[in-house]
């Protein structure tokens, strides 16, 4: 029993990640429409930025601060320089849809290849705000570091932020009717063209930040957050692409069961287990367990 509650407490500071990771996504896919697949090379491309300032400054804070501001940086112009030249030439029909899509994979490629040419490929460890180390508690030790303690609670203040910037602020009505209905959203002054940069830049740096604080843990290379991608984009489809709520949920819920995945079954069977998991979660409710057909969550 007590395994089974050490490997529930492993799973929930990977489940935050993961949740930060799928809030980016969701936050690209209510603005535009468009899954940003180029999420996992943007989040890379920040987390050695934040490294190289860890290199010349030796303060982790600072680091975290740039990581995520050129997250935002480099969402903002992968909109205005990539996904809206796409959207305009590409027409109304189908294709105006699926081309962004094509283009983020096609960018993933190319950050990747940057990313591999300026810093090498070789494995890189990051450093983490706090000590690894299990905690002791009462003479036993359990699998949750200060660090992990750091990851759950830096993940909570910017949902929590987020919530606050969605629900209760001028901007935050703004991205969500412009969500809604563009068209609608610019009849009543919304400049939606703007209003769909600053989720991208907010995507940007979510997922920089999730990038940040799962590094210490799995080591920093060119390709290394392909498969936090792989588990935010899972963990999204879980909780409904529509709604953070379900995002964050979604995150909980994968990062628990990937664990006793990993736990009980090995960690070959993890890449598997999240796919089998996306694939039921599809056939099942495809909305998501938080989304309804037809509607927008907050």
Same mark, same amino acid.
């Given at each position: ?60 804070? #600072?680091? =975290?601060? %740039?990581? !995520?501001?050129? $997250?935002? &940086? ?6 205005? /320089?990539?996904? *809206? ?68 609670? #830096?993940? =909570?203040? %910017?949902? !929590?932020?987020? $919530?606050? &910037? ?6 935050? /009505?703004?991205? *969500? ?77 994968? $990062? ?8 009980? /079954? ?33």
């Amino acid at each position: 029993m007590q395994q089974f509650i050490d490997t529930l407490i492993l799973g929930v500071s990977f489940g935050a990640i993961y949740a930060l990771m799928a809030l980016a996504l969701i936050l690209v896919w209510r603005s535009t429409r468009v899954v940003n697949f180029a999420q996992a090379g943007q989040a890379v491309l920040s987390t050695y930025i934040g490294l190289e300032i860890h290199r010349l400054t030796s303060s982790y804070w #600072i680091a =975290l601060i %740039v990581a !995520v501001i050129a $997250g935002g &940086i480099v969402g903002g112009l992968v909109d205005l /320089l990539m996904v *809206r030249p796409l959207s305009r030439h590409s027409g109304t029909g189908p294709e105006a849809a699926v081309a962004p899509v094509i283009g983020t994979l096609g960018l993933l490629a190319i950050v990747q290849g940057v990313v591999g040419i300026f810093w090498g490929g070789e494995f890189r460890k990051y450093p983490a705000a706090f000590s690894t180390d299990a905690i002791s508690i009462g003479g036993s030790r359990i699998p949750f570091s200060p660090f992990d303690i750091f990851i759950v609670a #830096i993940v =909570l203040a %910017v949902m !929590v932020a987020f $919530g606050f &910037i969605f629900q209760r602020t001028g901007l935050g /009505l703004a991205m *969500r009717a412009a969500a809604f209905g563009s068209e609608v959203a610019q009849l009543a002054g919304v400049r939606t063209g703007r209003v769909r940069t600053v989720g991208w830049s907010f995507a940007g740096s979510a997922g920089a930040l999730a990038g940040v604080l799962i590094t210490p843990n799995v080591f920093l290379a060119p390709n290394s957050l392909d498969l936090l991608l792989v588990f935010g984009f899972t963990a999204a489809v879980i909780g409904g692409l529509e709604s953070m709520v379900g995002g964050a949920l979604g995150g909980l819920a994968l $990062g628990l069961g990937l664990a006793i995945v990993l736990q009980y /079954l090995g960690s070959s069977f993890t890449f598997m287990a999240a796919f089998v998991v996306l694939i039921v979660v599809l056939l099942v409710r495809p909305q998501g367990l938080l989304g309804k057909k037809g509607a927008r969550r907050a």
